[in-house]
């Protein structure tokens, strides 16, 4: 399975970003593939991800509104379009799948941990 993110950048605050994944090796509509993101001296946390049992596509709630994420199955591609950027956005943005069936119920929060593959992250930047 590969993973190829690409899209990064500087962008000034308010600003947007469409992050690009390309995948091989992995069925997109099978398991839960998306976007996390490591700020400077944080965790790794879940930003948006589809859910491939429920149908359902989970966003952190930091970017509810702002983020959406899609996919081509045909293409193995996913995306993240991010608008009205802020500081709080700035850092790594990797492309992950999982080989599990996670069920995203209602208080669901993605782990690094349930993720297998990773592609190399993209840097985002968000200038005031």
């Known amino acids: 399975v590969q993973l190829q993110a690409s899209g990064g950048g500087l962008v000034q605050a308010g600003g947007s970003l469409r992050l690009s994944c390309a995948v091989s090796?992995?069925?997109?509509?099978?398991?839960?593939i998306g976007w996390f993101r490591q700020a400077p001296g944080k965790e790794r946390e879940g930003v948006s991800i589809f859910d491939s049992i429920l149908g359902r596509t989970y966003y952190a709630e930091s970017v509810k509104g702002r983020f959406t994420i899609s996919k081509d199955n045909a293409k193995n591609m996913v995306w993240l379009q991010m608008n009205s950027l802020n500081l709080e956005d700035t850092g790594v943005y990797y492309c992950?799948?999982?080989?599990?069936?996670?069920?995203?119920?209602?208080?669901?929060?993605?782990?690094?941990?349930?993720?297998?593959?990773w592609g190399r992250g993209t840097q985002v930047t968000v200038s005031s």
């Open positions: 992950a799948a999982s080989s599990r069936d996670l069920l995203f119920h209602d208080e669901y929060v993605p782990t690094i941990y349930e993720y297998d593959y």
């Open positions: 090796g992995f069925t997109l509509d099978e398991h839960p």
